[in-house]
């Protein structure tokens, strides 16, 4: 935290500064995928240095934990790391992937259009090789699908360490709730929402039978800190439930006494992709997105070293990575505001 007066700011407020007695880590902004800075790293209880400090696992009795020594024998997770992407025939998923491999990581893609899936597959494996790039079609809405890409990912792999939920929706649609669809809301819920439980489901009954146990990160998005989000307020509503997901898994793994697995929340920022690009139609849409949206290669530049860091750290601690923080975020809006940073960058602004 710091003492920087900043404003609370959205896609469809004006921008001013007002004081303020503290930054926050993220900003509200229309698919802007950044989460609350109050969804904080974990629901594990504080206890004592001197527990903490030996290998401890905790089982929740009534009104105490109950201490019991671990039997943790997980193998040490080194690189090359084998990765799953969700919705990564193109994008920030896409680039991700291109990332990764550029670590020397194997990748598997997967997307509900086989078409997208050849496509991008032929292109990675053409700066890679064919042994380092697999891809699929899977749609996360269908409990069999998924299952099914945990076989591709078992057959071509043999095992996931680092399992990244990326596919979501918002059906295209920038329109208020009492105008929308209910092919598109249930496109949106379906997607966002059911697959994402369906995916970490499948990732976690994976990865706990694994020698090397595993990482899910679930990326976040606009509505994810609690913020309304007119326009795509269903995708806003599902944003939300990520972040409460993630903290329930965490502790459901922990009173499983699962501890060769943690699920992560993962925050891009504001990508521009198709998804972002297809909401500036406003005056205030385009304004946040000249300032703060950044390419999918830039932020995968950002992101995959730190996803691979918690990899091999061997540690089992959630985590929440962000690209855009707070400070970030604000440093650039007082630019804008003092010197016109970034004025049209990427939509002619009115």
Same mark, same amino acid.
């Not at 469809?12 to 503290?22: A, E, K, L, Q």
């Given at each position: 935290m710091t003492s920087l007066s900043? +404003?609370?700011? /959205?896609?469809? =407020? =004006? +921008?001013? #500064? #007002? +004081? /303020?007695? /503290? #930054? +926050?880590?993220t900003i509200p902004c229309a698919l802007c995928t950044v989460a609350s800075y109050h969804a904080r790293l974990s629901t594990t209880p504080v206890l004592p240095d001197r527990v903490l400090a030996v290998p401890y696992r905790y089982r929740y009795g009534r009104r105490r934990v109950v201490r019991a020594e671990s039997n943790d024998s997980r193998e040490p997770m080194v690189p090359p790391y084998n990765v799953l992407i969700t919705g990564s025939s193109k994008g920030i998923g896409y680039a991700l992937a291109k990332e990764f491999l550029k670590a020397g990581d194997n990748v598997v893609l997967c997307s509900r259009s086989a078409d997208r899936v050849e496509s991008a597959v032929e292109s990675l494996r053409k700066e890679f090789g064919e042994q380092h790039v697999w891809g699929t079609v899977c749609d996360v809405r269908e409990g069999k699908d998924v299952k099914a890409l945990v076989e591709f990912a078992r057959e071509k792999l043999k095992y996931i360490d680092i399992w990244i939920n990326n596919a979501g929706s918002n059906a295209y649609s920038y329109k208020p709730l009492i105008e929308t669809s209910d092919d598109a809301l249930m496109e949106v819920v379906t997607t966002n929402t059911l697959g994402l439980m369906i995916c970490c489901r499948e990732a976690i009954n994976m990865m706990r039978n694994q020698s090397r146990g595993g990482h899910i990160f679930n990326i976040d998005g606009a509505g994810s800190d609690g913020r309304p989000t007119p326009r795509f307020a269903a995708y806003g509503a599902t944003k939300r439930s990520v972040v409460h997901l993630t903290k329930s898994l965490q502790a459901e793994l922990q009173m499983n006494e699962v501890n060769n697995v943690m699920v992560h929340n993962l925050s891009p920022g504001m990508v521009t992709t198709d998804l972002l690009m297809a909401g500036a139609t406003t005056k205030q849409a385009k304004f946040f997105i000249n300032i703060l949206a950044e390419p999918p290669d830039v932020v995968a530049d950002y992101l995959v070293p730190s996803i691979r860091s918690i990899a091999s750290s061997q540690s089992m601690k959630p985590t929440y990575v962000r690209f855009l923080t707070g400070v970030k975020a604000y440093s650039r809006i007082f630019s804008r505001l003092a010197f016109g940073a970034r004025r049209n960058k990427y939509v002619m602004e009115d």
């Open positions: 900043v +404003p609370g700011v /959205s896609l469809y =407020t =004006t +921008p001013r #500064v #007002v +004081p /303020s007695h /503290s #930054v +926050p880590d």
